[in-house]
Every structure is written in C-alpha cells, then in structure tokens.
C-alpha cells in the first residue's frame, strides 16, 4: 500500500492538468507496474531518519568592510518527505554542529529514531588516543 501523501498529490497534480484523477486502486497497480519496472523501492518510514551535514561553502560580503567572507551551510533533510531545513555558519566547529541540529529538530517539530551524519568526516575531526587533552 503506498502511503497517503503520493496519492494526494497525484490527485491534485491530475487535476491541475485538467485530467480525472486515478481511484487509489488504480493509482497504486500502475504505481507498482512504474516500480518493478525501474526497480524503485521505499526504504524508509516517516519519522524514521534526519540526514545531515555540512554541504557546502558559499560566501557572503560583510557590508561595514566589504570583505567577502565564508559561510558554512548546514543541511539536515528527511529523507522520506525529502523536506529540508538550511542554515549557514562562519565556522563548522562543534557548537554550530550542536545548534544546527537543535535548530533543525525544532524545525521539523520533532526528533527522528535515527540521525545519520551523510559525511561523518566533516561533522567531527577525529581524535588520536594519544592527544592529551589540554
């Protein structure tokens, strides 16, 4: 059974185009057929994962100096509904990852079983045994 959401938005997308929208039966064989044939598949549940990470650099002109100066954009996404939640820091240190998150999570109204770090190598530096804590 294909979950409510994709059969609302294929009727409304039907009659947008001014076209009779499938009965759910129908929407849901032929949805089938398309993802058999391309091999589509719906791994996950609502609710279920928060992908985040740094995405990118971008850069911004601070207007009293006019230097150009780069910020770091955040990115946390579900990937379920494929909805997003953006923001952008000077620096990728440890407390804009804790806040962005934080951010994020108030955001999307909730918090996910699982939050999984797209680029785990950017979201932390790693440590060696041997570093001394100073």
Known sequence: MLPWPYCIM??????????????????CENYG???????????????????????STLHT??????ETIPVY?????????????????????????LISHIHALKYFGGIPETLVPVNKDRGHKSSSRR???K
């Open 10 to 27: 294929s009727t409304q997308h039907a009659r947008e185009s001014g076209k009779n929208p499938y009965a759910y039966r129908t929407f």
């Open 33 to 55: 057929k398309y993802a058999k044939k391309y091999k589509l598949t719906m791994r996950r549940k609502p609710g279920e994962i928060m992908e985040v990470d740094w995405a």
């Open 61 to 66: 002109i601070d207007r009293s100096t006019g």
């Open 73 to 97: 954009v955040f990115i946390a996404t579900l990937p379920y509904s494929q909805l997003s939640y953006i923001e952008a820091f000077l620096d990728m240190k440890s407390p804009n990852w």
């Open 131 to 133: 570093a001394s804590c």
